[in-house]
């Protein structure tokens, strides 16, 4: 009777590992995804592609496969990957504007200085019809091959960092060397405060902070600590928070469209997950690194709000240069600025139910 049971067990056990093999071969997935970012599993560009990987995965039952790169395995850089994602030979990609710039030269709307007040406004903005209309050009711009698909947040906010001194005013800017992207609007931002645009490859930068090539950045906490900036005597940040570090989630749109639809709605609700992970994901690790910062002798500053709007007067002729000189430039900036004040308006009613 014992054996005959166990032999029961062995077969039942057998068939049922056959099934299982069986049911894997069934479901095999009918969508296959490459998604790349040029970063690393630090990062909140991973943080994000987990949690898309996982929802699309999970609530397609297999019928679609994400498949995760991280770094320059399939390209190197925001051109080249853009390129790839027009000619499909990579399905998912995520830029910052400064990386599109070359492509989509009106992206950098993304980059104007204070006209998103914080987390909360820019957060409305971007999951309302500004990236929708922005979603419109890009694919008529590229053939309708890149769909814009979300835009979430890369490392927080841009401050003012430097080696030499606490920056209070734009005035305390002047005659700096502050290193910037190969990207005009953020040049014409630092010469607005009166201090010099250089131009310095990310890998470069901690070195060029030791030898005084440059003397500041514009940078988020969370990259001035993994880069360990402070060890190259990057010391002072001024928290002005003059551009929300917005990241760009585009697919190929053929890879998206021939999906049938129910499958196109768990892409869309999984980039909507991955846009809140990556919403969240800065703040979290923003904690951690402004005490590593202040542990290794770093110096934060906040802006009274009469400061705050110093900095941003000196930087209007940024508005002035975008409108001239980005093809449709005041209406890009006008819809941003439209968005931004209609959340406020948004936020500020909110404000009035509960606080009363």
């Known amino acids: ?15 049922i590992g056959a099934g299982v093999m069986l049911s894997g071969v ?25 949690v898309f990987k996982d929802f699309v995965e999970s609530h397609s039952n297999g019928r679609i496969e994400v498949d995760i790169f991280m770094g320059t395995q399939l390209c190197g850089n925001g051109v080249e990957c853009l390129e790839g994602l027009e000619y499909g030979s990579l399905d998912i990609y995520i830029s910052t504007s ?14 104007l200085p204070y006209v998103l007040r914080d987390d909360r406004i820019a957060e409305e903005v971007f999951t309302g019809d500004f990236t929708r209309a922005l979603r419109k050009q890009i694919l008529e711009d590229s053939d309708n091959t890149v769909r814009l698909m979300t835009i979430g947040n890369t490392g927080g906010w ?10 209070k005013t734009p005035e305390d800017l002047d005659g700096l060397k502050i290193r910037t992207v190969v990207s005009d609007l953020p040049q014409e931002l630092v010469r607005s405060m009166g201090a010099n ?5 990310w ?20 990259d001035i600590m993994g880069m360990k900036f402070t060890d190259a005597g990057l010391k002072y940040v001024t928290l002005d928070g003059h551009a929300y570090m917005s990241a760009l989630w585009y697919m190929n749109n053929d890879s998206f469209m021939d999906m049938p639809e129910d499958l196109r709605r768990v892409v869309v609700d999984g980039f909507s997950a991955l846009q809140q992970a990556t919403f969240a994901s800065p703040k979290r690790k923003s904690i951690e690194a402004y005490k590593a910062f202040d542990e290794a002798g770093g110096e934060l500053y906040v802006p009274s709000p009469e400061e705050k709007e110093q900095f941003a007067k000196a930087a209007e002729p940024v508005y002035d240069w975008f409108k001239t000189n980005i093809e449709d430039g005041d209406k890009w900036f006008t819809l941003l600025d439209t968005a931004a004040k209609e959340a406020e308006q948004k936020v500020q009613a909110e404000y009035v139910s509960d606080l009363n």
């Open 26 to 50: 069934a479901q095999a997935a009918d969508f296959n995804l490459r998604a790349v970012a040029n970063s690393n599993e630090n990062d909140e560009d991973y943080d994000g592609l987990v």
């Open 203 to 222: 890998p470069e930068l901690f070195t060029s902070f030791q030898t005084g090539v440059v003397e500041g950045s514009k940078n988020g906490i969370t």
């Open 158 to 167: 841009r401050n003012f960092a430097n080696t030499k001194q606490t920056i």
């Open 98 to 111: 400064g990386g599109a710039s070359a492509m989509y030269p009106y992206v950098q709307v993304l980059d």
């Open 1 to 15: 009777m014992f054996t005959k049971t166990k032999i029961n067990s062995v077969v039942a056990a057998t068939l």
């Open 197 to 201: 645009p250089t131009p310095i490859p």
